[in-house]
């Protein structure tokens, strides 16, 4: 019975919020820092040149145009590298990354997991 099953009640985004999870985001995209950062398989079967390529231009990315960016969060890209279509994807778990976080605003109870993709594999 929907009526009865327990509801979670996400905070209400703010500016403030939506500010400090694009900070945490660019932290992770940029640094590497904040969060796991996970590469598929098909992109790693070019070789590690080829994604230590794909990652320097993921944390120089500086263009999150409102398609790709609907909630101002820089939480998805995507790039051409070598011909090669590739997309990337922040999303927010709890600490165990087992459910999404409660608050993405709030690292002490949110795990970043960026995934760096080939297209072709979404």
Same mark, same amino acid.
């Given at each position: 019975?929907?009526?009865?099953?327990?509801?979670?009640?996400?905070?209400?985004?703010?500016?403030?919020?939506?500010?400090?999870?694009?900070? #945490?985001?660019?932290?992770?995209?940029?640094?590497?820092?904040?969060? #796991?950062?996970?590469?598929?398989?098909?992109?790693?079967?070019?070789?590690?040149?080829f994604a230590?390529?794909?990652r320097a231009?993921?944390?120089?990315?500086?263009?999150?145009?409102?398609?790709?960016?609907?909630?101002?969060?820089?939480?998805?890209?995507?790039?051409?590298?070598?011909?090669?279509?590739?997309?990337?994807?922040?999303?927010?778990?709890?600490?165990?990354?087992?459910y999404a976080?409660?608050?993405?605003?709030?690292?002490?109870?949110?795990?970043?997991?960026?995934?760096?993709?080939?297209?072709?594999?979404?």
């Amino acid at each position: 019975n929907l009526a009865s099953s327990p509801q979670k009640a996400f905070p209400k985004m703010t500016d403030e919020k939506t500010a400090r999870i694009r900070e #945490l985001n660019d932290q992770l995209r940029a640094s590497g820092q904040g969060g #796991l950062i996970l590469v598929t398989r098909g992109l790693l079967e070019f070789g590690f040149p080829f994604a230590a390529q794909v990652r320097a231009a993921i944390a120089r990315e500086t263009n999150f145009p409102a398609g790709n960016d609907p909630y101002n969060e820089h939480d998805f890209g995507a790039i051409d590298i070598e011909g090669n279509r590739v997309l990337w994807k922040i999303d927010y778990y709890d600490l165990d990354r087992r459910y999404a976080s409660d608050d993405p605003s709030d690292p002490n109870i949110t795990q970043r997991v960026m995934t760096i993709m080939l297209a072709d594999e979404y």
